[in-house]
């Protein structure tokens, strides 16, 4: 599987999973803390980023996307790298987990521990997110991204600090969600997203205390299918790595040291 990536650092590799809507560069602000301890790389999935759509006939769901992960960490001859995910790509690393291909996964806000309303509250604030990427043009969006109110409004259920967003980075991330070609189908299939086989490698599970889309209250389950304690990430939001790239860094790295 051809994925577009952005490989950084030295050492055993780690791979790094972004969410529904988002791309690889979502990853930045702790990429190079990572690749200073690991051969990092921060892949596109199918259909999203600048990464090309599954093959005719393959449907978008988490599984399918996971099976394209591990086809090209084979591509590249990879083999049992250590993984994390952030919200749909922290579902794929457990599943990385659960199919025991992988050395440690490390899943930050994973989604599936979702309650049914839970699950059409996240479809909904996903569709209304996807609705304003697409009808802003390159000015409204710069203007929006440029502005410290407006930055917080658009970006408040998605980061619990929006202004620690760098401008020109949600100009990026608010363009690869409006453009994901995968988009649709991979938010359909959620409807029939549950909890993954349990896992085969060790893995650590992350929440951010003030996620918004995936409130923590769903880190309770995602416990009790682990069978372990679920660390909280203080004062982060469903994308934590932005809010605090020193903690979640720390988090990963002592995952994939496990």
Not at 75 to 89: H, K, W
Not at 102 to 121: D, H, K, M, N, Q
Request: glycine share 10%; proline share 8%; aromatic share 6%.
């Amino acid at each position: 599987m051809e994925l577009a990536f952005e490989r950084r650092g030295t050492g055993a590799p780690l791979i790094l999973i972004h969410g529904i809507g988002h791309h690889w560069q979502g990853w930045l602000p702790v990429l190079d803390r990572l690749a200073a301890a690991h051969t990092v790389i921060a892949l596109d999935l199918p259909g999203f980023g600048v990464s090309p759509g599954l093959l005719p006939g393959i449907p978008y769901t988490a599984e399918t996307l996971a099976d394209a992960v591990e086809s090209f960490c084979a591509s590249l001859g990879i083999r049992e790298p250590a993984v994390a995910g952030n919200s749909l790509g922290g579902y794929i690393a457990l599943e990385l987990a659960s199919r025991g291909v992988v050395r440690t996964a490390t899943a930050l806000s994973p989604a599936g521990f979702w309650s049914r309303p839970e699950l059409l509250y996240c479809q909904a604030v996903l569709r209304a997110l996807r609705s304003s990427a697409r009808s802003l043009s390159p000015d409204q969006l710069a203007m929006t991204a440029g502005n410290r109110h407006l930055r917080a409004v658009s970006a408040g259920l998605l980061v619990a600090r929006p202004g620690r967003l760098d401008p020109a980075a949600l100009v990026a991330a608010t363009q690869a969600l409006g453009q994901a070609a995968g988009f649709e189908e991979t938010l359909e299939s959620f409807g029939g997203l549950m909890p993954p086989a349990p896992p085969k490698s060790p893995i650590t599970i992350a929440w951010g205390e003030h996620d918004r889309l995936l409130p923590r209250r769903q880190a309770v389950r995602a416990a009790r299918w682990s069978g372990q304690r679920v660390k909280l990430l203080q004062g982060c939001g469903h994308l934590p790595m932005s809010d605090d790239p020193a903690l979640v860094a720390r988090v990963i790295l002592e995952s994939a040291a496990r």
